[in-house]
């Protein structure tokens, strides 16, 4: 547990809650503000990364465990995903060339 | 000499001591499955991704499809009961197991609550129209894409009750030790990750 959450070892737990909330209705929210497509795309990602480690480091307390442990799951998830991705993206433009032929 | 204490602390991690990655094999094990689960959705989302992108067609209009308020409902519901597992779960690590009992009951709950919306959910959408290989709103790859997504994650939501709801009744029986409700709350809070990435790419995006 961190300093703050001495007192009350639970609080971790409700400011996480609080905070995902938060960031949820951000992202709900965004749409309305008539943002430029990429930079609403930049947003909802990277708050979807955030409210990601929120939950793996405070509620599943990934951030308390070994950092090994830590780094197997993050960099086992994040650079098979990126590979995938990386591999899939470009055949995406192969399909959409052949199909406007 | 710094060669010798290195490969002794190699073989402290990984040469059958009893706690590799300084937890325990169960946690270990937990972590590698929810990593090669993670994999599982993570190929579900980019297969979604590219029928996406390789659509000639144009992608269903979400607000026209979706009721954004209950989406954004549903993902209330599944914060909130992944908050009470957490508690749940240091409550069973404090010794507290009455509060750990109600917390999954909590949690139980909100589990529930998430699959009924989803159920909702799915009535409307197949009312509409959607089915997996058409829809009356756009690209036909809509379809086969979310009740896939959606219906796999669905499944590991029940599952994550069935555990849950055992892990309860051991637990008012006193025959789960915390850590039994430590490794149930990790599964669930992997739920809850999974649908961070559905409700951003699927139905935000």
């Known amino acids: 547990m961190s300093a703050g959450s001495e007192g009350n070892p639970y609080k971790v737990y ?8 938060v960031i949820t209705v951000a992202m709900l929210l965004a749409e309305e503000l008539h943002m430029p497509r990429w930079f609403l795309l930049l947003f909802l ?6 409210k990601a480690t929120m939950i793996g480091g405070n509620f599943m307390h990934l951030r308390h465990e070994h950092r090994q442990m830590a780094w197997m799951v993050a960099t086992g998830l994040l650079v098979t995903s990126l590979i995938l991705f990386a591999f899939i993206t470009p055949e995406t433009w192969n399909v959409l060339a052949r199909s406007a032929r | 000499m710094a060669e010798a204490s290195h490969a002794a602390a190699l073989e402290a991690h990984w040469q059958g001591g009893v706690s590799p990655f300084g937890a325990t094999w169960q946690k270990t094990m937990m972590w590698i499955f929810i ?5 599982l959705f993570s190929g579900l989302l980019c297969g979604y991704g590219f029928l996406r992108m390789a659509s000639p067609l144009p992608w269903p209009d979400r607000s026209e499809v979706f009721s954004i308020p209950f989406i954004a409902l549903m993902t209330f519901i599944l914060i909130t009961s992944s908050m009470f597992m957490a508690t749940a779960v240091l409550a069973a690590r404090l010794g507290d197991m009455r509060k750990a009992l109600r917390n999954l009951i909590y949690t ?3 589990g529930a609550a998430f699959l009924g919306c989803q159920a909702v959910e799915w009535s409307h959408l197949i009312h509409d129209g959607a089915r997996l290989t058409s829809n009356p709103w756009g690209a036909p790859q809509f379809g086969a894409s979310f009740f896939l997504l959606t219906g796999f ?7 994550g009750l069935v555990i849950l709801i055992i892990t309860a009744i051991r637990t008012a029986q006193r025959k789960t030790p915390p850590q039994g409700i430590e490794m149930a709350g990790l599964y669930w809070h992997f739920v809850d990750l999974v649908w961070v990435f559905i409700f951003t790419l699927f139905y935000l995006v």
């Open chain 1, 14 to 21: 409700w400011v996480t809650w609080v905070i995902l909330l």
């Open chain 1, 45 to 50: 990602l990277a708050f979807m990364m955030v």
């Open chain 2, 35 to 39: 990593v090669t689960d993670g994999l």
């Open chain 2, 108 to 110: 139980i709950v909100g």
């Open chain 2, 153 to 159: 994650h669905g499944s590991h939501v029940f599952s």
